[in-house]
């Protein structure tokens, strides 16, 4: 059975990162950390594939990635080599992003949310390993990613790679997820929980102020403040979320709202930075600032707007990659059209009554910071950062 919980959390995060794009705005980054949750979701989902079917679940998990990765490539990058892209081996990176794939000037700014692409794959590459090891050594596994983030801060570790900091920026919230599915956030107790996300999120909070980025105290620009207080976000959204979601189930409109951007989660996330981008101009043309409320108003609603006629036109990718029957407006709820999964060796992990249900074909949760191993690029007009949110 579908958590509705879970859902709603990635609902809110790639609404949120849509809004924090076009706005720039740096406190979204903290009220709602959208990307460090939405792989912790992805984290969780994981871990129950991993569950039930081993290591040939990431086979499945690239099959609802990719299909709508090579849609978007279909209509870029052809775009991007007759405006000064050069033609090299390296293009192939666009069927398969293990590092960041070329674009030219325009292109690496409306296409900058690709690098979520690119950890998303390594992590679901190097979850197998990683869930054997969680499920031997629960603990250390979850800190391996946080003290490998702290030796690149603190310069014990110099120079490391782009994937090997990521990894340290963002998999301990993909490892919570594993803790979540195995039901150790919801066993955890409220006066072990509660203390420890206040540490937590004092500590970011207390790194943050000490060390503002470039757009002040916002996380995208200070890695350790943001995987120190997505971790107590997350700890709370995670370990102490509601059994059930009686209310959501009473709107029919919020019900089918949640639905259709979870079953649309990735096309929104790849669509949604071009028209961010090609729309701060526009904006200026017809006489209101991009950067005053009106003006930020009327993008957020042409983007959407324009990001809804794209997911009409190319969202049922995400069912098909799912092996569902293709809807152009997502209704139910059905399951994916798999084989019957072997059970994985050894024993199983419990879910708690928190974990996740089966896995979505949202985003095969993706969302949002700016991270350091992707190639500099322009800064948008607006100010808006160009990272995933």
Do not use: C
């Amino acid at each position: 059975m579908r958590n509705r919980y879970l859902d709603l959390l990635r609902f809110l995060a790639i609404v949120r990162v849509v809004v924090y794009h076009v706005t720039g705005w740096a406190s979204l980054t903290l009220v709602f950390p959208a990307m460090s949750v939405m792989f912790a979701l992805a984290g969780s989902l994981m871990a129950a594939s991993l569950t039930r079917s081993g290591p040939a679940a990431v086979g499945r998990r690239l099959r609802r990635l990719l299909p709508s990765l090579w849609v978007l490539a279909v209509v870029f990058v052809p775009a991007m080599l007759f405006t000064g892209l050069s033609l090299s081996p390296r293009v192939l990176l666009w069927l398969f992003p293990i590092a960041d794939p070329p674009a030219n000037n325009w292109g690496a700014l409306a296409l900058s949310v690709i690098w979520y692409l690119r950890d998303y794959l390594w992590f679901v590459l190097a979850s197998p390993i990683a869930f054997w090891l969680f499920r031997k050594a629960p603990l250390p596994t979850l800190l391996a990613p946080y003290l490998l983030l702290l030796a690149i801060e603190a310069g014990i570790y110099q120079a490391p790679s782009p994937v090997l900091r990521e990894f340290g920026l963002y998999f301990g919230a993909w490892m919570l997820g594993f803790a979540h599915q195995a039901g150790m956030l919801r066993r955890l107790a409220g006066r072990i929980l509660y203390p420890l996300a206040s540490v937590l999120a004092l500590a970011g909070g207390a790194w943050l102020v000490t060390h503002p980025g470039p757009r002040g105290y916002d996380l995208n620009d200070n890695h350790l403040g943001n995987a120190l207080w997505s971790a107590a976000f997350i700890l709370i959204a995670l370990g102490r979320g509601p059994a059930g979601m009686a209310w959501l189930e009473r709107s029919r409109l919020a019900d089918r709202a949640v639905t259709v951007v979870n079953r649309r989660a990735l096309t929104i996330y790849l669509w949604h930075m071009p028209f961010v981008v090609a729309l701060t101009p526009l904006v200026d043309v017809v006489g209101r600032s991009h950067q005053d409320p009106l003006g930020l108003a009327i993008r957020v609603l042409l983007v959407f707007v324009l990001v809804g006629l794209v997911t009409l036109a190319v969202g049922w990718v995400e069912d098909v990659a799912a092996r569902r029957r293709p809807e152009l407006i997502p209704a139910g709820s059905p399951q994916p059209i798999e084989p019957s999964s072997r059970p994985s060796a050894g024993p199983s992990i419990p879910a708690g009554a928190g974990s996740a249900g089966p896995p979505t074909a949202g985003l095969p949760s993706p969302g949002t910071a700016e991270p350091t191993g992707r190639s500099p690029v322009p800064q948008p007009r607006s100010g808006a950062e160009i990272n995933a949110g």
